[in-house]
């Protein structure tokens, strides 16, 4: 059953990141990043993680996408779509991507002997889901605040840092 | 995998999404009917009154007036994304519908029946998450009409959403903190347990979230993305027939879904009124499902009763009302909660 | 007019805003005002300038309201009455098409001949028809009632 919505879910993935960057089209683009991001979010759903697939979804496809869609509905399309498609960059690309399949196939072909570790089952699931109140919200509440204090505030100050140089940058031609 | 798992997760969800979508579209068209109804008696009108008796009739013969039109695209249009913009809109609307706890749950042929659809643990959430999507929906089909009043009323509806929902989300935090939890059915109990309703613990959150709301739903006074008097109709000027509707169904089930969140944060969901005063329990018997369709209905009544009364605000004073005014409170607003649960739980521990 | 101030309480309780809802909330529960045409008539006022008729017994063809008609709507000859003592009008048309409706004829008429009805119901489907000859101006034009 979880494997079948596994391979399901994974389907939408790809076939949402596949459209996106064969569209040519910027917008229909931005909806297969849309689909392709759901995607994630049902996955993270399917690993009982749902603070994190609803992070996903509020946050990647309700957030930075809409800004995504923004830039891109305000741009000359016409323009764009005349851009050659790959410039000058296949050849390397193509054998980036010879590269990534050729590291996955190794590791699929050298892994392939071990015994396999069994997913603990609903029961054990349950169990440790209790013995932590609220579920995984509290769990991911209180390992950034205890466990990873300093990269957490390292990463909103990194944020902060972002947002005022974007306020400068725009404040500049006020 | 036995039979209550089956019939837990799979036969009785499904059975409440049908009647859901059964039902649904009927209602809102009885709802379009209600805000007819209600504007005009705020102008000492009658509304509708042609089409079976005080016009009751009217939403069958609106519904069957739109399916006979004829679907138009615009002929430099995005045909694609013009024709999914609305079913995303209604997609997210009807999905937002399963979050909401509607009732007690039940027994029915040896069957446990909750009556919400879907009940995780982080609803509240993934309520959000849900409803942040409908920009899109709205910035698509202004976008893919290639038509100008749909891209300005795209732009304000993204402008607008995108504001809004930091204030509502600042405060939902604070009622959150208090209910300790993300679930929708969790926050139900946490009233139950404290005995009062979050209204009266967060008075300036409610008064925040239904302004918010409102801004959210894209309505009187804040319905700017649509604006029939400077934009035709904005995002949707371009759309016909069922495809109009959709978006109408789309507007209407999100505002329904807002509410229910508002009832459900600050009004106890299907609670009854007072819910640990013992004098009351003689109100009982009536289903908690009763009461949420009436808290759910009054806030629908809620939202005809501003769109009747306040004009239109200006562009530039919804931005500024939104990131001057209600960021700031809803985050002192958050400070305070935060601060006094912590002095509360000190003190009495 | 400048706008009244404001106390910073009264921004923060909405009064103003509430004031606004109590008023649409009284609005809502007042009678209507609407009438349902067809189904229901409203009572009309004694002085409501309906569709012009003549008494043509009374009409001494004086000539004053043809005069004083700002559209010239009204056409009329009169001559020597023939046993009735006066003058009287021979033919009186009047165009509807063209009357204002402003009741000067009314007014200005020696013996009360001319006079605005309390009928409305004028329309026809051809032009000519909105000239009232003196048959129907004497007896009122056959009104049909809007049903339905």
């Not at chain 2, 009108?45 to 006979?68: E, F, S």
């Not at chain 3, 009357?99 to 329309?123: K, M, Q, R, T």
Request: net charge negative; with cysteine.
């Amino acid at each position: 059953m979880s494997s079948a919505a596994f391979y399901l879910i994974s389907a939408i993935i790809l076939g949402g990141a596949l459209a996106m960057i064969t569209s040519r089209s910027l917008v229909r683009s931005v909806i297969w990043m849309v689909v392709s991001f759901v995607g994630v979010g049902a996955l993270f759903l399917l690993l009982e993680a749902e603070f994190i697939a609803a992070v996903q979804i509020l946050v990647y496809a309700g957030g930075i996408v809409v800004l995504f869609l923004f830039v891109v509905m305000l741009v000359n399309l016409d323009e764009l779509q005349r851009v050659e498609y790959l410039h000058r960059q296949w050849l390397p690309a193509v054998l980036l991507i010879c590269l990534l399949l050729a590291e996955l196939g190794f590791m699929m072909w050298a892994g392939a002997g071990d015994t396999v570790v069994p997913l603990p089952d609903q029961d054990q699931l349950d169990a440790v889901l209790r013995s932590v109140r609220g579920g995984n919200v509290e769990t991911i509440g209180m390992t950034l605040y205890t466990d990873y204090i300093l990269p957490f505030e390292v990463v909103s100050v990194l944020l902060l840092v972002a947002m005022i140089g974007a306020i400068y940058l725009a404040k500049e031609r006020v | 995998m036995n039979n209550t798992w089956l019939s837990d997760y799979v036969i009785i969800p499904l059975i409440l999404i049908l009647a859901i979508l059964a039902i649904f579209p009927l209602l809102v068209g009885y709802i379009v009917y209600v805000e007819r109804k209600v504007l005009a008696f705020i102008q000492s009108r009658l509304g509708p009154m042609r089409v079976g008796p005080y016009g009751l009739l009217q939403p069958i013969a609106d519904a069957l007036k739109l399916l006979t039109k004829e679907d138009i695209a615009p002929r430099n249009a995005d045909v694609f994304v013009f024709k999914i913009a609305p079913i995303i809109l209604l997609v997210i609307g009807f999905t937002g519908l399963a979050f909401l706890p509607m009732g007690e749950g039940f027994e029915l042929f040896g069957y446990d029946v909750s009556l919400s659809i879907v009940d995780v643990n982080v609803g509240v959430l993934f309520l959000l998450a849900i409803m942040s999507l409908s920009t899109y929906s709205l910035v698509l089909g202004g976008w893919a009409s290639n038509s100008k009043y749909p891209l300005l009323g795209a732009l304000r509806s993204a402008a607008q959403m995108v504001s809004y929902e930091v204030a509502l989300t600042f405060t939902i935090l604070a009622t959150l903190l208090l209910a300790g939890t993300l679930s929708m059915s969790g926050i139900i109990d946490a009233q139950r347990e404290a005995g009062l309703w979050y209204i009266f613990v967060q008075p300036v959150g409610f008064v925040l979230f239904i302004i918010a709301m409102v801004a959210e739903t894209n309505r009187l006074p804040f319905d700017l993305p649509e604006a029939d008097t400077e934009l035709v109709a904005g995002y949707f000027t371009e759309y016909s027939g069922f495809r109009w509707s959709f978006f109408m169904l789309g507007e209407y089930a999100a505002m329904v879904v807002m509410s229910g969140l508002l009832v459900t944060l600050y009004l106890g969901g299907w609670m009854r009124p007072f819910p640990n005063v013992e004098l009351l329990s003689f109100l009982d018997f009536i289903p908690g499902f009763t009461w949420f369709v009436l808290k759910v209905g009054f806030f629908i009544y809620f939202f005809i009763w501003l769109r009747g009364t306040y004009p239109r605000y200006r562009y530039d004073q919804l931005m500024g009302l939104g990131w001057k005014v209600f960021i700031p409170v809803s985050i002192a607003n958050l400070f305070i909660t935060a601060l006094a649960i912590i002095v509360m739980d000190s003190v009495f521990g | 007019m400048p706008a009244p101030e404001k106390s910073w309480a009264a921004t923060a309780l909405f009064t103003d805003l509430i004031t606004g809802l109590w008023t649409t909330l009284r609005y809502t529960f007042k009678p209507n005002v609407t009438v349902r045409y067809p189904l229901e008539r409203s009572v009309l006022h004694p002085n409501f300038r309906g569709i012009l008729r003549v008494d043509d017994d009374l009409c001494i063809a004086c000539f004053l309201c043809e005069k004083i008609c700002p559209d010239n709507c009204i056409v009329l000859e009169g001559e020597k009455g023939l046993g009735k003592g006066s003058k009287y009008a021979t033919y009186f048309y009047l165009d509807h098409a063209r009357c204002l409706f402003c009741g000067l004829c009314e007014e200005v008429c020696p013996v009360d001949a001319i006079y605005h009805s309390n009928e409305f119901e004028g329309a026809v489907f051809n032009r000519a028809d909105l000239v009232h000859d003196l048959a129907i101006l004497h007896k009122g034009h056959a009104i049909v009632h809007y049903e339905r």
